[in-house]
């Protein structure tokens, strides 16, 4: 069903609710112990999770296989951990904020160039997933630099 209404399963859409809820759950119950004591420990299990999903899903390939339950409680405990962490508070994060939000929206428009503008190249599946890779990486990397640096002023 994705892949027809949106013409990929990729579509970040559906987990938005999800980390929505997890941030208002955090915020309502971040004092409870498994959000206080051994963070890191959290972190590691979810982490680990997350990456013997990600094996799975290399093993098994498919039509876009990337939708990773384990996504969901890495981010909970990843959120968490950088909450409360000292080393934030260090410096000013906000540059970072700004090119999160342009990766997101741009980075969709960088892959489908960077797939059309190898069409004509003779390159390997593999090899063609690598340029793309690395075409998209820095191409989004350099638009949001210049249109921060353009703008001159704070996204949001």
């Not at 982490?47 to 390939?61: D, K, N, W």
């Not at 080393?87 to 970072?96: F, I």
């Not at 939000?101 to 960088?110: C, D, G, R, T, V």
């Amino acid at each position: 069903m994705p892949c027809s209404a949106f013409f990929t399963s990729r579509n970040g859409l559906f987990y938005t609710p999800i980390f929505i809820y997890l941030g208002y759950f955090l915020a309502d119950y971040g004092q409870i112990a498994l959000f206080q004591k051994k963070r890191w420990l959290s972190l590691l299990l979810a982490s680990l999770f997350l990456a013997g999903e990600g094996v799975l899903v290399y093993i098994r390939q498919g039509l876009d296989k990337n939708f990773f339950f384990a996504l969901i409680p890495f981010t909970l405990f990843l959120f968490n951990w950088l909450l409360k962490t000292r080393w934030k508070r260090e410096k000013n994060w906000r540059h970072l904020k700004n090119l999160s939000i342009f990766y997101f929206f741009l980075h969709p428009i960088f892959i489908e160039l960077s797939f059309f503008l190898l069409k004509s190249q003779q390159l390997t599946k593999w090899e063609n997933g690598r340029w793309a890779f690395l075409l998209t990486i820095i191409l989004t990397h350099l638009t949001s630099e210049l249109v921060i640096g353009w703008r001159g002023k704070k996204i949001i």
